[in-house]
């Protein structure tokens, strides 16, 4: 990948790289029938406003609605009117000033890898990000990127110098702006070093009247806090400036299965506190002999063979049984993004239903939750490719207000724990979601009832008193910032906070 920082992109060649066939390009907006026109129909409008000159596309062909009008989890379908394809972020200022002044409700869309329709907009404008995706610089000081820049990109560009980001999500086919937008969970990465959010130097933004600003902990540092995990409420994060750290050249993981949820608790709580290895977790698969198996990774350079006596000490008898596998550094962390690949080009994966669950649970909590759950879950609760996640976090690492953490939790340690649930076959099931929705809320109660809070990239259906609860005591604070942000209220209407 190039680093050098591209110029603005011609029509001809904006349409050359998307591989666009027939577009239909907007030229305005209708103030009365509330709906983008053509140029030919422009002329017969008596109300029209017209678009201001782009450097990219804004297109409302049939097939660039379609793509935008559900995510991956095929839950909500929202169709927009019109689609940005921004040749710079001049375009998108442009575009939200424009959104602002006309009351149309503006939706940035990366890889389109949400779960219940947080990049979605019913008769809005989506901001397709990814085509900005300039890597502007890498080196020991940071990674300077534009916001639709892919992390697996950016992770391979990375380690060409021997660098890593810190926080690594499971999936990386995912945008830079997204998941700082949802917080970004480092399953990856070390389980010590918090979200993606808290690796964020520098971010520039475009507020919800086309306000182009940079902040940062000392610079406009209110947007920075509402930005980062903020769900796109106050502003379109176009560009960040991110940590990186020195990578190792290998990964070994060990395996060790469980067949009682204590034992398991009790084992990677001690190697948790010790704090040897670089990830720590479990995919959980209920109903078997061993329902739960952890998954400790040490990361380390050639010629550095980790010794499983040391790392494995004073655990359970079973853990004598562990077996590990070896990888390239590249290769562990793009893991579960190939295997969703491999889903993807063989099962049909993009088409499946996935009402996914994922709740963060207080360290005193934890072991009788998961043993609650597990004990109510049945075959089409996970589906055919589906499964559970369990992982520790270091609660002092995550210091971002808008990414809810469990309040007054006992010990050093919250859990995420996830059902990540899809359906048995392809296309629209409105009944099965329903039901898994249901279920999602049912989940969600019982964490709230032991202080347990929701990460939002999951399908839960939320009532204003729910969000309320959620943001608690930065509620408040969060509705100050959408009013001075946002204040025609336009921005990223899918999560339904405001």
Known sequence: MSLTERGPVSRRRFLARWGAGTVVLVAGFDLVARQWVTEAAAADSTSFAAAPSLDGTLTFDAESLAANAHDQGNIVFRTPC??????????????????????????????????????????????????????????????????????????????????????????????????????????????????????????????????????????????????????????????????????????????????????????????????EFDSLGSIPQPGTAQPLTLWATVFHNTGEVPDASHLLRGLSPVADTAAFEDYGYLDYISLVTDMYDAFAANLDWDAKVKPWSDLFLPDGAVEEYVEAMFASLTPEDLGPTGFGLIFPMLRSSYGRPLLRLPSGASGPWVWLVSVLTDSARSGPDPDFASRMMDRNYRFYQDAAAVGGVRYPHGACAFTEADWQAHYGSMWTRFVSWKNEYDPNGILTPGPGIF
Request: aromatic share 6%; charged share 15%.
């Open 82 to 275: 019109a689609v940005l394809r921004p040749g710079s972020v001049r375009d998108i200022r442009k575009m939200v000033a424009f959104c602002s002044d006309h009351g149309i409700e503006v939706a940035p869309a990366g890889a389109h890898h949400a779960m219940f329709g947080q990049p979605l907009v019913s008769g809005g404008l989506v901001i397709e990000t990814r085509s900005l995706n300039t890597v502007h610089s890498i080196g020991t000081d940071g990674a300077d990127v534009d916001a639709g820049v892919l992390w697996k990109d950016l992770i391979e560009a990375a380690y060409e110098q021997g660098l890593t980001p810190a926080s690594i999500t499971s999936y990386t086919s995912t945008t830079v702006g997204g998941t700082l937008s949802m917080g970004g969970i480092g399953m990856m990465s070390s389980y010590q070093v918090g979200a993606q959010v808290d690796h964020a130097q520098r971010l520039q933004v475009v507020t919800g009247e086309g306000h182009q600003k940079w902040c940062s902990d000392t610079q406009n540092s209110d947007l920075f806090e509402a930005a980062l995990a903020g769900l796109g409420q106050c502003g379109v994060i176009t560009r960040a400036t991110l940590d990186l750290v020195p990578a190792k050249q290998s990964a070994r993981t060990y395996r060790i299965g469980y067949a009682d949820i204590p034992t398991f608790f009790q084992d990677i709580r001690v190697l948790a506190n010790r704090g």
